[in-house]
Protein backbone atom coordinates (compact mmCIF):
# COMPACT_ATOMS: atom_id res chain seq x y z
CA UNK A 1 0.00 0.00 0.00
CA UNK A 2 1.23 3.48 -0.69
CA UNK A 3 0.29 6.81 -1.31
CA UNK A 4 0.15 7.99 -5.24
CA UNK A 5 2.85 10.49 -6.62
CA UNK A 6 -0.22 12.49 -9.01
CA UNK A 7 -0.26 15.92 -9.03
CA UNK A 8 -4.14 16.43 -9.49
CA UNK A 9 -7.06 14.71 -8.07
CA UNK A 10 -9.45 12.62 -10.43
CA UNK A 11 -13.02 13.12 -9.35
CA UNK A 12 -15.54 10.32 -9.98
CA UNK A 13 -19.15 10.34 -9.74
CA UNK A 14 -20.40 8.18 -7.14
CA UNK A 15 -23.48 6.26 -5.59
CA UNK A 16 -23.91 6.00 -1.94
CA UNK A 17 -26.31 3.74 -0.72
CA UNK A 18 -28.30 4.60 2.52
CA UNK A 19 -28.23 7.60 4.57
CA UNK A 20 -27.38 6.49 8.04
CA UNK A 21 -24.81 7.27 9.93
CA UNK A 22 -21.99 5.51 7.46
CA UNK A 23 -23.59 6.67 4.28
CA UNK A 24 -23.95 10.56 5.65
CA UNK A 25 -19.88 10.26 6.84
CA UNK A 26 -19.40 8.83 3.34
CA UNK A 27 -20.66 11.30 1.59
CA UNK A 28 -19.05 14.10 3.32
CA UNK A 29 -15.32 12.64 3.23
CA UNK A 30 -16.17 11.76 -1.04
CA UNK A 31 -17.42 15.23 -2.03
CA UNK A 32 -14.21 16.72 0.57
CA UNK A 33 -12.36 14.87 -1.88
CA UNK A 34 -14.24 16.01 -4.94
CA UNK A 35 -16.06 13.39 -6.29
CA UNK A 36 -19.90 14.09 -7.42
CA UNK A 37 -22.01 12.41 -5.23
CA UNK A 38 -25.39 10.75 -5.07
CA UNK A 39 -27.14 9.04 -1.98
CA UNK A 40 -29.83 6.63 -2.32
CA UNK A 41 -32.30 6.54 0.51
CA UNK A 42 -35.35 4.19 0.40
CA UNK A 43 -36.73 6.06 3.76
CA UNK A 44 -38.38 9.84 3.42
CA UNK A 45 -35.29 11.20 5.84
CA UNK A 46 -31.98 10.41 6.80
CA UNK A 47 -30.31 8.57 9.96
CA UNK A 48 -30.84 5.07 8.99
CA UNK A 49 -31.42 2.54 12.02
CA UNK A 50 -31.33 5.44 14.19
CA UNK A 51 -34.96 6.48 12.91
CA UNK A 52 -37.49 4.73 15.82
CA UNK A 53 -40.98 3.86 14.48
CA UNK A 54 -43.33 2.01 16.76
CA UNK A 55 -43.88 -0.49 13.73
CA UNK A 56 -42.99 -3.81 13.62
CA UNK A 57 -42.93 -6.39 10.98
CA UNK A 58 -46.15 -8.60 10.20
CA UNK A 59 -44.07 -11.50 11.06
CA UNK A 60 -42.22 -11.42 14.91
CA UNK A 61 -39.39 -13.57 13.96
CA UNK A 62 -38.75 -11.48 9.92
CA UNK A 63 -38.07 -14.64 8.10
CA UNK A 64 -41.03 -14.41 5.99
CA UNK A 65 -39.30 -13.12 2.33
CA UNK A 66 -42.87 -11.92 1.48
CA UNK A 67 -43.16 -9.34 4.78
CA UNK A 68 -43.19 -5.49 4.74
CA UNK A 69 -39.73 -5.10 5.71
CA UNK A 70 -39.08 -2.28 8.91
CA UNK A 71 -35.85 -1.06 8.61
CA UNK A 72 -34.91 0.18 12.09
CA UNK A 73 -35.16 -2.28 14.72
CA UNK A 74 -34.76 0.18 17.97
CA UNK A 75 -37.42 -0.81 20.88
CA UNK A 76 -38.86 2.70 22.47
CA UNK A 77 -36.19 3.10 25.79
CA UNK A 78 -32.66 2.69 24.04
CA UNK A 79 -30.16 4.69 25.30
CA UNK A 80 -26.66 4.17 23.81
CA UNK A 81 -24.21 1.54 25.24
CA UNK A 82 -21.16 4.11 24.34
CA UNK A 83 -20.63 7.51 26.03
CA UNK A 84 -21.39 10.53 23.52
CA UNK A 85 -17.83 11.67 24.13
CA UNK A 86 -16.42 8.48 22.45
CA UNK A 87 -19.00 8.08 19.41
CA UNK A 88 -19.22 10.86 17.30
CA UNK A 89 -17.69 11.38 14.48
CA UNK A 90 -13.53 12.81 14.99
CA UNK A 91 -14.36 16.46 13.83
CA UNK A 92 -17.72 16.66 14.78
CA UNK A 93 -18.22 16.05 18.47
CA UNK A 94 -21.11 14.71 19.73
CA UNK A 95 -21.56 16.83 22.46
CA UNK A 96 -25.06 18.75 24.29
CA UNK A 97 -26.45 21.54 22.02
CA UNK A 98 -29.66 23.88 23.25
CA UNK A 99 -32.66 23.24 21.82
CA UNK A 100 -36.49 21.74 22.42
CA UNK A 101 -35.99 18.15 23.74
CA UNK A 102 -32.13 17.76 23.90
CA UNK A 103 -30.91 14.75 26.04
CA UNK A 104 -28.01 15.78 27.84
CA UNK A 105 -26.92 12.59 29.17
CA UNK A 106 -23.23 10.85 28.60
CA UNK A 107 -25.45 7.93 27.38
CA UNK A 108 -28.54 9.48 25.78
CA UNK A 109 -31.63 8.08 23.92
CA UNK A 110 -32.22 7.43 20.67
CA UNK A 111 -33.61 10.63 19.60
CA UNK A 112 -30.71 12.59 20.78
CA UNK A 113 -28.36 10.28 18.26
CA UNK A 114 -30.96 10.87 15.39
CA UNK A 115 -30.63 14.46 16.26
CA UNK A 116 -26.72 14.47 15.76
CA UNK A 117 -26.95 13.04 12.59
CA UNK A 118 -29.12 15.42 11.09
CA UNK A 119 -27.16 18.36 12.79
CA UNK A 120 -24.08 16.86 11.02
CA UNK A 121 -25.69 16.41 7.45
CA UNK A 122 -27.09 19.90 7.91
CA UNK A 123 -23.87 21.43 9.06
CA UNK A 124 -22.26 19.89 6.31
CA UNK A 125 -24.65 20.06 3.56
CA UNK A 126 -25.47 16.47 2.68
CA UNK A 127 -28.79 16.70 2.36
CA UNK A 128 -28.51 17.86 -0.79
CA UNK A 129 -26.51 15.13 -2.07
CA UNK A 130 -29.79 12.32 -1.17
CA UNK A 131 -32.58 11.13 -3.20
CA UNK A 132 -35.21 9.86 -0.83
CA UNK A 133 -37.53 7.38 -1.35
CA UNK A 134 -34.86 5.76 -3.71
CA UNK A 135 -34.71 2.19 -2.79
CA UNK A 136 -32.04 0.74 -4.69
CA UNK A 137 -32.47 -2.37 -6.25
CA UNK A 138 -29.96 -3.70 -8.49
CA UNK A 139 -26.42 -2.71 -8.97
CA UNK A 140 -24.10 -4.70 -11.42
CA UNK A 141 -21.07 -4.39 -13.39
CA UNK A 142 -20.78 -2.95 -16.58
CA UNK A 143 -18.25 -1.89 -19.02
CA UNK A 144 -15.62 -3.58 -16.46
CA UNK A 145 -14.95 -0.33 -15.03
CA UNK A 146 -18.59 1.42 -14.34
CA UNK A 147 -21.37 0.09 -12.00
CA UNK A 148 -25.57 0.70 -12.94
CA UNK A 149 -27.67 1.72 -10.11
CA UNK A 150 -31.31 0.36 -10.73
CA UNK A 151 -33.51 2.27 -8.21
CA UNK A 152 -37.01 2.36 -7.47
CA UNK A 153 -38.53 6.11 -7.14
CA UNK A 154 -42.04 6.07 -4.97
CA UNK A 155 -44.62 7.99 -6.63
CA UNK A 156 -46.28 11.01 -5.24
CA UNK A 157 -49.44 10.19 -6.67
CA UNK A 158 -49.30 6.87 -5.42
CA UNK A 159 -49.25 5.48 -8.89
CA UNK A 160 -46.92 2.29 -9.92
CA UNK A 161 -43.15 3.44 -8.68
CA UNK A 162 -41.06 4.71 -11.79
CA UNK A 163 -37.48 2.46 -12.25
CA UNK A 164 -35.00 4.47 -13.32
CA UNK A 165 -30.84 3.46 -14.24
CA UNK A 166 -27.67 5.58 -14.10
CA UNK A 167 -24.61 4.38 -14.20
CA UNK A 168 -21.58 5.83 -12.24
CA UNK A 169 -17.60 5.46 -11.85
CA UNK A 170 -18.29 4.06 -8.20
CA UNK A 171 -20.79 2.63 -5.69
CA UNK A 172 -20.26 2.60 -2.10
CA UNK A 173 -22.19 0.46 0.07
CA UNK A 174 -23.83 1.94 3.41
CA UNK A 175 -26.80 0.42 4.05
CA UNK A 176 -26.66 -0.83 7.40
CA UNK A 177 -26.70 -4.95 9.17
CA UNK A 178 -29.37 -4.01 11.87
CA UNK A 179 -32.74 -5.19 9.82
CA UNK A 180 -32.46 -8.88 8.72
CA UNK A 181 -32.84 -11.00 11.97
CA UNK A 182 -30.06 -14.15 12.59
CA UNK A 183 -32.69 -16.98 14.32
CA UNK A 184 -30.96 -19.62 16.98
CA UNK A 185 -31.90 -23.16 15.30
CA UNK A 186 -33.53 -25.15 18.42
CA UNK A 187 -34.28 -28.51 18.33
CA UNK A 188 -37.94 -28.98 18.33
CA UNK A 189 -39.10 -25.74 17.84
CA UNK A 190 -41.53 -26.31 15.21
CA UNK A 191 -43.49 -28.85 17.52
CA UNK A 192 -43.51 -25.94 20.81
CA UNK A 193 -46.57 -23.89 20.83
CA UNK A 194 -45.00 -20.72 22.27
CA UNK A 195 -44.89 -17.55 21.17
CA UNK A 196 -41.48 -16.14 19.26
CA UNK A 197 -40.14 -12.83 18.68
CA UNK A 198 -37.22 -11.47 17.35
CA UNK A 199 -35.70 -8.02 19.05
CA UNK A 200 -35.93 -6.53 15.56
CA UNK A 201 -39.99 -6.63 16.57
CA UNK A 202 -39.52 -5.39 20.01
CA UNK A 203 -40.66 -1.96 20.98
CA UNK A 204 -42.19 -2.31 24.48
CA UNK A 205 -42.08 -5.02 26.93
CA UNK A 206 -46.28 -5.05 27.53
CA UNK A 207 -46.21 -8.88 25.47
CA UNK A 208 -44.47 -9.81 28.51
CA UNK A 209 -45.91 -9.00 31.52
CA UNK A 210 -46.71 -12.02 33.75
CA UNK A 211 -45.31 -14.17 30.86
CA UNK A 212 -42.40 -16.76 31.61
CA UNK A 213 -39.94 -15.47 28.80
CA UNK A 214 -36.63 -17.26 27.58
CA UNK A 215 -34.28 -14.72 26.34
CA UNK A 216 -31.72 -15.97 23.71
CA UNK A 217 -28.52 -13.29 23.65
CA UNK A 218 -25.71 -12.12 25.60
CA UNK A 219 -25.14 -8.60 23.94
CA UNK A 220 -25.84 -5.18 25.22
CA UNK A 221 -29.47 -5.36 23.19
CA UNK A 222 -30.00 -8.70 25.77
CA UNK A 223 -28.98 -7.17 28.58
CA UNK A 224 -30.97 -4.60 28.18
CA UNK A 225 -34.80 -6.17 27.27
CA UNK A 226 -34.01 -8.69 29.89
CA UNK A 227 -33.85 -6.26 32.58
CA UNK A 228 -36.75 -4.37 30.99
CA UNK A 229 -38.64 -7.34 30.84
CA UNK A 230 -37.73 -8.39 34.16
CA UNK A 231 -39.35 -5.44 35.45
CA UNK A 232 -42.88 -7.27 34.50
CA UNK A 233 -42.44 -10.58 33.26
CA UNK A 234 -42.95 -13.50 35.71
CA UNK A 235 -39.92 -14.89 35.12
CA UNK A 236 -36.94 -14.46 32.21
CA UNK A 237 -34.19 -17.12 31.74
CA UNK A 238 -31.35 -15.46 29.30
CA UNK A 239 -29.79 -18.99 27.23
CA UNK A 240 -26.10 -18.01 26.21
CA UNK A 241 -23.94 -19.97 23.93
CA UNK A 242 -21.33 -17.99 25.81
CA UNK A 243 -21.17 -19.56 28.91
CA UNK A 244 -20.13 -23.47 30.05
CA UNK A 245 -22.65 -25.69 29.80
CA UNK A 246 -23.58 -26.36 33.08
CA UNK A 247 -24.26 -22.84 33.93
CA UNK A 248 -27.35 -22.13 36.11
CA UNK A 249 -27.71 -18.62 38.11
CA UNK A 250 -29.75 -16.29 39.50
CA UNK A 251 -28.65 -12.63 38.05
CA UNK A 252 -27.84 -10.55 40.92
CA UNK A 253 -29.67 -7.38 38.68
CA UNK A 254 -33.46 -9.03 39.49
CA UNK A 255 -35.10 -11.64 41.12
CA UNK A 256 -36.50 -13.30 38.29
CA UNK A 257 -34.04 -13.36 36.03
CA UNK A 258 -31.54 -16.62 35.40
CA UNK A 259 -28.80 -17.37 33.29
CA UNK A 260 -28.51 -20.37 31.41
CA UNK A 261 -26.29 -22.52 29.20
CA UNK A 262 -27.74 -22.54 25.38
CA UNK A 263 -30.92 -24.57 24.86
CA UNK A 264 -30.88 -28.12 24.21
CA UNK A 265 -34.39 -28.45 22.82
CA UNK A 266 -38.06 -27.69 22.66
CA UNK A 267 -41.18 -29.77 23.14
CA UNK A 268 -44.54 -29.86 22.14
CA UNK A 269 -45.96 -29.80 25.53
CA UNK A 270 -44.35 -25.93 26.08
CA UNK A 271 -41.50 -27.06 27.55
CA UNK A 272 -37.45 -25.89 26.74
CA UNK A 273 -35.03 -27.91 28.27
CA UNK A 274 -31.30 -26.44 28.58
CA UNK A 275 -27.88 -28.07 28.63
CA UNK A 276 -27.31 -27.21 31.98
CA UNK A 277 -29.91 -29.80 32.89
CA UNK A 278 -32.61 -27.34 34.02
CA UNK A 279 -36.06 -27.37 31.92
CA UNK A 280 -38.75 -25.22 32.52
CA UNK A 281 -42.23 -24.43 30.44
CA UNK A 282 -41.80 -21.06 28.86
CA UNK A 283 -44.82 -18.85 26.82
CA UNK A 284 -42.78 -16.67 24.84
CA UNK A 285 -38.68 -17.04 23.36
CA UNK A 286 -37.05 -14.08 22.28
CA UNK A 287 -34.46 -13.97 20.13
CA UNK A 288 -31.65 -11.20 20.67
CA UNK A 289 -28.96 -13.40 18.44
CA UNK A 290 -27.97 -10.67 15.71
CA UNK A 291 -28.48 -9.84 12.05
CA UNK A 292 -27.23 -10.81 8.67
CA UNK A 293 -25.76 -9.08 6.53
CA UNK A 294 -27.92 -8.46 3.44
CA UNK A 295 -27.21 -7.33 0.29
CA UNK A 296 -30.13 -8.50 -2.45
CA UNK A 297 -29.42 -5.34 -4.96
CA UNK A 298 -25.82 -6.79 -5.12
CA UNK A 299 -25.16 -8.89 -8.74
CA UNK A 300 -21.84 -9.94 -8.81
CA UNK A 301 -22.31 -13.03 -10.19
CA UNK A 302 -21.57 -14.82 -6.71
CA UNK A 303 -18.02 -12.86 -6.81
CA UNK A 304 -19.35 -11.23 -3.58
CA UNK A 305 -20.99 -13.68 -1.20
CA UNK A 306 -22.53 -13.75 2.58
CA UNK A 307 -21.82 -16.55 3.98
CA UNK A 308 -22.43 -17.84 7.66
CA UNK A 309 -22.26 -13.64 7.74
CA UNK A 310 -18.66 -13.40 6.49
CA UNK A 311 -19.37 -10.75 3.68
CA UNK A 312 -16.10 -11.84 1.17
CA UNK A 313 -13.70 -11.66 -0.29
CA UNK A 314 -12.90 -8.14 1.08
CA UNK A 315 -9.94 -6.65 1.71
CA UNK A 316 -9.67 -5.25 5.49
CA UNK A 317 -13.39 -5.44 5.45
CA UNK A 318 -14.04 -2.98 2.83
CA UNK A 319 -12.66 -3.88 -1.21
CA UNK A 320 -13.51 -6.78 -2.75
CA UNK A 321 -10.11 -7.08 -4.81
CA UNK A 322 -11.97 -8.37 -8.16
CA UNK A 323 -14.24 -5.13 -8.03
CA UNK A 324 -11.85 -2.65 -6.59
CA UNK A 325 -12.07 0.02 -6.19
CA UNK A 326 -15.35 0.43 -7.74
CA UNK A 327 -17.52 -1.00 -5.35
CA UNK A 328 -16.69 -1.00 -1.21
CA UNK A 329 -18.27 -1.38 1.90
CA UNK A 330 -18.63 0.83 4.85
CA UNK A 331 -19.25 0.16 8.57
CA UNK A 332 -19.35 -4.50 8.34
CA UNK A 333 -17.18 -4.37 11.31
CA UNK A 334 -18.88 -4.80 14.65
CA UNK A 335 -17.63 -4.51 18.77
CA UNK A 336 -15.91 -1.33 17.74
CA UNK A 337 -16.36 2.37 17.83
CA UNK A 338 -18.63 3.00 14.84
CA UNK A 339 -19.24 5.99 13.97
CA UNK A 340 -15.20 6.65 13.91
CA UNK A 341 -15.05 3.81 12.15
CA UNK A 342 -17.81 4.88 9.42
CA UNK A 343 -15.46 7.89 9.23
CA UNK A 344 -11.77 6.50 9.05
CA UNK A 345 -13.06 4.02 6.12
CA UNK A 346 -14.40 7.04 4.68
CA UNK A 347 -11.71 8.53 4.03
CA UNK A 348 -9.93 5.85 3.02
CA UNK A 349 -12.55 5.03 -0.12
CA UNK A 350 -12.40 8.70 -0.89
CA UNK A 351 -8.70 8.53 -1.28
CA UNK A 352 -8.01 5.53 -3.26
CA UNK A 353 -11.08 7.04 -5.67
CA UNK A 354 -9.40 10.10 -6.38
CA UNK A 355 -6.08 7.79 -6.60
CA UNK A 356 -3.90 9.80 -3.99
CA UNK A 357 -3.95 6.33 -2.03
CA UNK A 358 -3.03 3.59 -4.32
CA UNK A 359 -4.58 -0.14 -3.34
CA UNK A 360 -2.31 -3.28 -3.86
CA UNK A 361 -2.79 -5.90 -6.66
CA UNK A 362 -5.33 -7.68 -7.30
CA UNK A 363 -3.65 -10.78 -6.38
CA UNK A 364 -1.98 -9.32 -3.15
CA UNK A 365 -5.01 -8.21 -2.20
CA UNK A 366 -6.43 -11.89 -2.60
CA UNK A 367 -3.65 -12.84 -0.55
CA UNK A 368 -3.90 -10.55 2.26
CA UNK A 369 -7.93 -11.95 2.27
CA UNK A 370 -6.94 -15.73 2.54
CA UNK A 371 -4.11 -14.95 5.34
CA UNK A 372 -7.01 -13.00 6.72
CA UNK A 373 -9.47 -15.88 6.95
CA UNK A 374 -6.77 -18.45 7.63
CA UNK A 375 -5.72 -16.62 10.83
CA UNK A 376 -9.13 -16.59 11.91
CA UNK A 377 -9.47 -20.25 11.52
CA UNK A 378 -6.10 -21.39 13.09
CA UNK A 379 -7.10 -19.23 15.95
CA UNK A 380 -10.84 -20.86 16.35
CA UNK A 381 -12.64 -17.96 15.41
CA UNK A 382 -16.42 -18.64 13.94
CA UNK A 383 -16.57 -17.38 10.51
CA UNK A 384 -19.65 -15.85 11.67
CA UNK A 385 -17.40 -13.49 13.44
CA UNK A 386 -15.66 -12.73 10.53
CA UNK A 387 -16.22 -8.43 11.09
CA UNK A 388 -15.68 -8.63 14.57
CA UNK A 389 -12.76 -6.42 15.76
CA UNK A 390 -12.64 -6.36 19.17
CA UNK A 391 -8.70 -5.84 20.41
CA UNK A 392 -7.57 -5.49 16.81
CA UNK A 393 -9.97 -1.94 16.46
CA UNK A 394 -6.98 -0.10 17.51
CA UNK A 395 -4.48 -1.62 14.97
CA UNK A 396 -6.91 -1.18 12.07
CA UNK A 397 -7.95 1.96 12.78
CA UNK A 398 -3.75 3.30 13.31
CA UNK A 399 -2.93 1.38 9.98
CA UNK A 400 -6.24 2.68 7.89
CA UNK A 401 -5.05 6.00 9.25
CA UNK A 402 -1.71 6.31 8.49
CA UNK A 403 -2.87 5.55 4.48
CA UNK A 404 -4.93 8.46 4.91
CA UNK A 405 -2.49 10.47 6.63
CA UNK A 406 -5.15 11.79 8.88
CA UNK A 407 -5.32 11.55 12.86
CA UNK A 408 -6.28 8.25 14.44
CA UNK A 409 -8.50 7.21 17.04
CA UNK A 410 -7.51 9.88 20.61
CA UNK A 411 -6.06 7.41 23.14
CA UNK A 412 -8.93 8.61 25.61
CA UNK A 413 -11.54 7.74 23.17
CA UNK A 414 -10.05 3.80 23.12
CA UNK A 415 -9.65 4.16 26.60
CA UNK A 416 -13.33 5.30 27.20
CA UNK A 417 -14.21 2.25 25.17
CA UNK A 418 -13.05 -0.06 27.07
CA UNK A 419 -13.63 1.26 30.40
CA UNK A 420 -17.45 1.13 29.22
CA UNK A 421 -17.26 -2.54 28.28
CA UNK A 422 -15.95 -2.96 31.96
CA UNK A 423 -18.36 -0.95 33.96
CA UNK A 424 -21.24 -2.74 31.28
CA UNK A 425 -19.96 -6.45 32.43
CA UNK A 426 -19.85 -5.69 35.91
CA UNK A 427 -22.98 -3.70 36.50
CA UNK A 428 -25.46 -3.82 33.74
CA UNK A 429 -28.61 -2.16 35.25
CA UNK A 430 -25.96 1.25 36.47
CA UNK A 431 -23.27 1.54 33.99
CA UNK A 432 -24.61 4.29 31.88
CA UNK A 433 -25.57 6.78 34.98
CA UNK A 434 -22.87 5.84 37.36
CA UNK A 435 -18.99 6.11 36.12
CA UNK A 436 -15.13 6.65 37.09
CA UNK A 437 -13.71 8.32 34.47
CA UNK A 438 -13.88 11.99 34.77
CA UNK A 439 -10.13 12.58 33.40
CA UNK A 440 -11.36 11.03 30.16
CA UNK A 441 -14.39 13.63 30.21
CA UNK A 442 -12.02 16.26 30.41
CA UNK A 443 -9.46 14.90 27.72
CA UNK A 444 -12.01 14.57 24.88
CA UNK A 445 -13.82 18.72 26.16
CA UNK A 446 -10.03 19.55 25.33
CA UNK A 447 -9.74 17.99 22.01
CA UNK A 448 -13.44 19.34 21.32
CA UNK A 449 -12.45 22.80 21.97
CA UNK A 450 -10.43 22.53 18.48
CA UNK A 451 -13.95 22.24 16.85
CA UNK A 452 -16.86 24.07 18.54
Same mark, same amino acid.
Given at each position: +?? %?????? &??????????????? &???????????? =?? !????????????????? =?????? &???????H???T???????????????????????????E??????????????? /????????????? +?????C??????M !?D????K?? @??????????????????????? @????????????????N????? =?I????????????? #? !?????????S????????????????????????? %??????? @???????? +??????K???????????????????????? /? /?????????I????????????????????????????????????????????????V?????????????M???????????????????T?? +??????D??????? &??? @??C?????V?????????????? #?????????D???L =????D??? /??
Amino acid at each position: +MQ %TSNATS &LTSRHVAVIGAGAAG &LVAARELRREGH =QV !VVFEKDSQIGGTWVYTP =QVETDP &LGLDPTRHIVHTSLYKSLRTNLPRESMGFMDYPFVTRAGEGSDPRRFPGHAEVLK /YLQDFAREFGIEE +MVRFECEVVSVEM !VDNEKLKVK @CKRMRPDGGDDDLLDEVFDAVVV @CNGHFTHPRIAEIPGINLWPGK =QIHSHNYRTPELFKD #K !VVILIGSSASAIDLSLEIGGIAKEVHIASRSVAND %TYEKRAE @CDNIWLHS +MIKSAHKDGSVAFRDGNTIVADIILHCTGYK /Y /YFPFLKTNGIVTVDDNRVGPLYKHVFPPIFAPQLSFVGLPYRSLPFPIFEIQSKWISGVLSDRIVLPSQEDMMEDVNTFYSTLEDSGVPKHHTHS +MGDTMIDYNAWVAS &LCQ @CPCFEEWRVQMFYETAKRLNANP #KTFRDEWEDDNLVL =QACEDFSK /YI
